[in-house]
């Protein structure tokens, strides 16, 4: 059996998976209910007055660029399968 440093790692990204969750989701939830933002653009946007949609159109972008990234490794997964 092959033991890749990715298996070791795994008990330590569930560790911190469920810390975020615990301890960060409920003051990430009043915020957004707060501010009215589903999106992470949205949300970020309405936490600085000036400035607004030069954050939302610089975070969408960011986004969409390490999509771009995820999304072809897995057409390049489904072509190699």
Not at 9 to 38: K, M, T
């Amino acid at each position: 059996m092959r033991r890749d440093s990715w298996n070791l790692d795994r008990p330590g990204l569930c560790d911190r998976n469920h810390f975020l969750l615990v301890f960060h989701r409920p003051a990430l939830r009043e915020e957004s209910e707060r501010s009215g933002a589903i999106t992470l653009p949205t949300f970020l946007a309405a936490s600085y007055r000036k400035g607004q949609s030069v954050i939302r159109v610089l975070s969408t972008f960011i986004i969409a660029f390490f999509f771009i990234f995820y999304l072809s490794a897995q057409f390049n997964g489904a072509g190699k399968s």
